[in-house]
């Protein structure tokens, strides 16, 4: 999935390969599926998106619902307190 992430200065887009429980990461110059600021990512890597509605309640911009459904459901974590200062 092609997702963009900010730097505070510029999105920055990514192919996200998720497979047998091990993701990669590699720079790409391909638009975005699903969009996330530096605070939105590490919420979605903390697990505390649930749904893609409560992702899009934060604030996470995506081309289509299935594409941020899709991205949801690549993680198990479950949050942790810490994980949501």
């Not at 047998?20 to 903390?46: C, I, M, N």
């Not at 649930?50 to 934060?58: D, I, K, M, P």
């Amino acid at each position: 999935m092609d997702i963009e992430t900010e730097d505070g200065t510029a999105w920055n887009q990514y192919l996200l390969e998720v497979k047998d429980g091990a993701a990669q990461l590699t720079r790409t110059h391909t638009p975005g599926e699903v969009q996330f600021t530096r605070r939105q990512l590490a919420v979605w890597y903390a697990g505390g998106y649930r749904t893609a509605a409560t992702a899009r309640l934060a604030g996470v911009a995506t081309q289509s619902n299935e594409a941020l459904s899709r991205l949801i459901r690549t993680t198990e974590h479950e949050p942790w307190l810490p994980d949501h200062f």
